[in-house]
């Protein structure tokens, strides 16, 4: 039956509250019991006055499971690799792949230099030839009024480096949009961007004679790419028939814009979760490498490339935009995140971004392998038949006996979880 409940959402300056009244608001609000309340107070290796400076409105944190992936050899150098996902079968799927380059020299990756852009959206302009060559002939000092407001930047060796004006026909009319490229070193670069975007706003109003509207980066980082490739041995993959049937699984993506989002979606599995351990925005990441695989040659395909060696064996490659940072943000303040970038030992970003592209690879071969072979559900089911015991409220070795129990049965279903668990109690 619907009620008519008297509580509002509408609280006036939660934000000004202490993390404990506003766990109390919350309890009241959602009738939480003191089980519920326990859940929410326990706070990890992120402590609860950092999670409050982190965001707003904070009542707890909220933990993920950190895997290791092994076996990553990329540009001569072992990695071991943080994971942060709940996805069972990644973190093993991405180490087994990884375990197959080893003998070929492992990954070969590399980045761009770390540009970034940045959009100034002008509208309401009286004479767009004119304000085109305005801006064109004021560009050396707008990259300057750019530069100014980052020294530190610049000190680095980044800094705003070029301009490009754009002309949009739009549903609101003719508008001319300003990219500025940014080299935004280690930093991900967001707040580099957008400040220098605000500060050039009035100049552009000035030489336009238009209005501005948007001044934010894209997140189309198609300036800012990272690139792995690695060689598969047939052998490895489970011979000849295997190389031909993940080269099938890849003709499938690159020809069905349905497969590809699958298909691009693993391999972001494996980018999400090393974003997600070393604290970074991803999902600026997400809607880069999206749009990334949509724009690059006109219809959606997918990120990574594959074809086979005249040795018989499977050469996979991958490029997409990766915005990432070690300066600034969660990376900096997560305890957790600042750990994973220490146990990678990454000095860069780029560095970090070469990782994460092999790690996007790996999972994407590990992914057509599996698939075109036995299928993901074998090995996805052990994991899976854990998660679906624990669910059911099994705890230590009742969760093993259940999960097996479930495969051998070929019924992985939280109700059978139950009443395996109800038995084994009884017992
Ligand atoms: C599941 O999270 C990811 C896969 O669906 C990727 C793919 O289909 O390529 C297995």
């Known amino acids: 039956m619907n009620t008519v409940s008297d509580k509002t959402s509408a609280i006036r300056g939660l934000y000004r509250l202490s993390i404990e009244e506003r766990q109390k608001k919350l309890q009241e609000f959602a009738d939480l019991t003191e089980d519920d309340m326990s859940v929410l107070e326990k ?12 965001i707003e409105n904070v009542v707890g944190t909220f933990p993920f ?57 002008v509208a309401d302009i009286p004479h767009l030839d004119k304000a085109e060559k305005s801006i064109t002939e004021q560009k050396e000092n707008l990259l300057k009024v750019a530069n100014a407001q980052d020294p ?46 605000e500060a050039l706003a009035p100049l552009l109003e000035e030489l336009t004679k238009g209005k501005v509207y948007l001044r934010i980066l894209s997140n189309l980082a198609e300036h800012r790419l990272a690139r792995a490739t690695a060689t598969f041995p047939a052998k490895e993959l489970g011979g000849s028939k295997a190389v031909d049937g993940i080269l099938k699984a890849y003709a499938f993506a690159q020809a069905d814009p349905y497969r590809c989002a699958t298909h691009n979606k693993g391999i972001m599995n494996g980018v999400d979760a090393v974003l997600l351990a070393t604290g970074q925005d991803f999902r600026a990441v997400e809607a880069g490498a999206h749009t990334y695989a ?21 050469q996979g490659s991958i490029e997409l935009p990766l915005a990432v940072g070690l300066v600034g943000g969660a990376t900096r303040t997560h ?59 099994a705890i230590g070795d009742e969760v093993d006996t259940i999960a097996q129990k479930m495969i051998a049965e070929k019924r992985v279903r939280f109700d059978r979880a139950q009443e395996i668990l109800a038995e084994l109690r009884k017992d």
């Open 43 to 54: 706070f990890g290796s992120l402590d609860a006055s950092t999670a409050d400076r982190m």
């Open 65 to 121: 499971p950190l895997g290791i992936a092994t076996n990553f050899q990329i540009n001569g150098r072992d990695f071991l690799v943080p994971m942060a996902l709940e996805e069972p079968s990644v973190v093993a799927a991405a180490s087994n792949a990884a375990r197959m380059t080893r003998q070929t020299g492992g990954f070969s990756a590399s980045t761009t230099d770390p540009v970034m852009i940045g959009q100034i959206q």
């Open 152 to 197: 530190v930047l610049v000190k680095f060796g980044g800094g705003a480096r070029d301009l490009q004006v754009r002309r949009l026909d739009t549903i609101m009319g003719p508008m001319i949009v300003v990219h500025i490229f940014v080299d935004a070193r280690d930093a991900m670069g967001a707040n580099a961007v957008n400040t220098m975007c």
């Open 294 to 314: 949509a724009t690059r040659e006109g219809g959606y395909q997918s990120l990574t490339r594959y074809e086979k060696t005249p040795s018989g064996d499977l």
């Open 335 to 393: 305890p957790v995140a600042r750990l994973c970038v220490k146990i990678l030992g990454v000095k860069t970003a780029n560095e970090l971004a070469e990782i994460i592209a092999s790690v996007g690879l790996a999972q994407n071969l590990a992914a057509l392998r599996a698939l075109s072979q036995e299928g993901i559900q074998t090995g996805h089911m052990k994991l899976h038949s854990r998660n679906v015991a624990i669910a059911a409220g």
